[in-house]
Every structure is written in C-alpha cells, then in structure tokens.
C-alpha cells in the first residue's frame, strides 16, 4: 500500500501517512485479470469505496464526521466504506496507543449496522503496519473480532499477490486456526485478483495445498455474495467448480448474506448469488449465521469458537441439501408411479 500527501489541505502527519492514492486500487496497476464485462467497474467501484471510508478519517480524524462522508456513498456501497473506515481508526488507534477508543466509537455508533465489516477493515490496519490482529484493540466483538484475521488475509493477497498468491507464502506466528480465517481472507481477494472469473479462481486454488482450498472456497463465496460482480451463469459454474469444497462456498455465502441483511441493504445480486451459492433466500442463509452463533453459546471467544461458528452453518447447508434431495426423489417416485412400469425405469436411471 502506497500513501500519498494529503491533496486537501495539511492536516497533520498521521493525516498525511493515512491516505492513500486511488490508483493502488486500479486492477490495471495491481496486475490482476482483466477482463470484458461488468466484472471490474463493480469490483473496482467496492474497492474505491473503500478507500473512501478511509480516506474520510485521514482528512478529519474525527469518528463522526468520516462517518458522514461514508453515509453519501450509495447504500450497496457503504459497508465498504465502512471498512475503510474501520482501518482508518484502527490505524490511529494503534499508532496513538489509545487502546481501541475510535474503533469502539465507530463500532458502537456509525457503524453499528456494520459490524462485520468493520472488524475486516480493523485486519486490514494491523497488515499495514506488519503486525498480527492480536493486541492493541480491545473494543470490539469477542466473536467477530476474529474477522480481523480475514481481513488481514485479504489485505496480503490485494497489495502482495506475488508472494501470497504465486508463491503461497503464509506470514509466521499464526495457529492453524487462525491460517484458516485469514485463507478465507485470501479467499475473498481471489475473488477480486481474478475479477469474478469463475475458471481463474478455481484454477487459482487449485495451486494451493488441498488443506488450504475449503478455507479459499469459502471466502469466494463471500465476495461472490458480497461484492458481487458475477452474473448467474458464472455463479452456477462457480458451484460447479468448487465440487467437494461446496459447502465451504455456501458457508461464505450466508456470512456475506449476514452482513447484508444486518445493514439493511439487500442488492439484488445478493439474492441471486444466495439462490445459486447457498440454495435458499438471503433471509435464510443469514438465519443459519444466527442459529450457528446461538449454538455456541455466550462465552464465545476463542479461534476454535469461530471455526465451530463456521461448521455450523456448513452443516445446516448440508441438511438444507439432503432434505433437498429427499423432497426431490419423492416427487419423483409419486410421477413414476402414474407412468407405465418400463418408462418409470427409465426415470430411476
């Protein structure tokens, strides 16, 4: 990540090493896919808004006011917003030492209706400054805080691509708990490294070690839901692609359906990346976040609490899927039973 002088006026050396120039985000510069199609003005647009958000605490350094430039993005827009946001007090906080005190005023204000964001965009600052998402921010969602992890993950895939993505390299210091998030945060930058192509993400994972790919399934899934930027062929191939790594996907899917329904704004690519990805309605998908997390109980905090969180919704997939597959045979037996003995045979085949 390459910061650049404020253009709006001195205001301060935090200012000035906060904000970042907008061509860091161009996909022409970092060298990903490019490709014809809507896949990366809508990829690229997530990615400007980001900095956006961040953009607004490096010119104010006040929680409220970047808050209000964030509201003037367009609504599908604002949780990216937000996650810059996040990184930007974050980033003030953990250079100031001030123990989280804007990251909670943003969490428990502004960015209420943005919790997950928020805590990616928190990872996001710690990659910045080349530390893990450990110490330094106690304000913030003794489950969710883990998503830093994710978007630690996400941040080394979009500005390290060569290292993180060729060559594979993990950073040091991580349990296997935490790889696994901060793969599903590698994931999520896949998604956009390979600007929503189905056959490149796939092509991509299937590079890294096989214990690696559910967790790089899964975050795919969330940005194929979350940001969008594929249409409806390209999603059925993306099932198609992932294979045994399915549910991972659907996993994925229902956290960005979470996300969604908790802000309010449901794009319509978000219901038609539900149906095909998850195989239910959003409203569905995010209740399997919720019946996950309750199962968990109150005292959950740890990695292994959020790996559970994650293997609870895989399992409600499967369940929604062999209930799926048993309605459907059912139906099937029922016609055949009104079709002649040979033809019903032919329909078991």
């Known amino acids: 990540m390459q910061f650049r002088r404020n253009q709006q006026g001195s205001r301060g050396p935090l200012s000035a090493l906060l904000r970042q120039d907008y061509e860091q985000v161009s996909f022409g510069i970092r060298r990903f896919r490019l490709r014809a199609g809507p896949a990366r003005r809508v990829l690229e647009s997530c990615a400007t808004a980001f ?8 010119d104010t350094t006040d929680v409220n006011a970047a808050a209000d430039r964030v509201d003037t993005l367009d609504p599908a827009l604002r949780g990216f917003g937000y996650e810059g946001a996040a990184m930007g007090c974050a980033l003030l906080d953990l250079l100031t030492a001030s123990r989280g005190r804007r990251v909670a005023e943003l969490l428990h204000g502004p960015a209420r209706d943005y919790p997950h964001l928020a805590h990616v965009g928190i990872g996001w600052a710690y990659a910045r400054l080349r530390l893990r998402p ?7 969602d003794p489950l969710l ?6 978007g630690f993950g996400f941040h080394q895939g979009f500005f390290h691509a060569d290292a993180v993505i060729g060559r594979r390299r993990v950073e040091r210091g991580l349990t296997l708990e935490q790889r696994g998030i901060r793969d599903q945060g590698l994931g999520r ?54 294979g045994d790594h399915r549910e991972h996907l659907a996993q994925g899917c ?55 969180w994650r293997a609870g919704i ?14 459907a045979e059912s139906g099937c037996s029922g016609e055949a039973a009104h079709v002649p003995a040979n033809t019903a045979k032919e329909a078991a085949l």
């Open 51 to 58: 900095l956006d958000g961040l953009n607004a605490v490096a």
């Open 134 to 140: 450990r110490w330094g921010i106690p304000q913030t």
């Open 145 to 150: 805080r883990w998503l830093a992890l994710d």
């Open 189 to 242: 930058a896949l998604w956009f490294h390979e600007c929503a192509d189905p056959a490149g993400i796939a092509l991509r994972i299937n590079e890294f070690p096989v214990a690696r790919r559910s967790d790089l399934w899964s975050g795919a899934g969330l940005a194929a839901t979350y940001a969008g930027g594929a249409e409806s062929g390209e999603l059925a191939r993306l099932v198609r692609l992932a």
């Open 254 to 308: 229902a956290f960005a359906c979470a996300a969604h329904t908790r802000s309010g704004v449901v794009a319509e690519h978000v219901h038609r990346a539900a149906k095909l990805l998850a195989g239910v309605p959003v409203a569905r998908a995010a209740g399997w976040t919720d019946e996950s997390v309750t199962e968990l109980g109150p005292n959950s905090a740890g990695a292994a609490h959020y790996e559970q």
């Open 314 to 327: 895989r399992l409600r997939f499967r369940e929604h899927e062999r209930t799926h597959v048993a309605e």
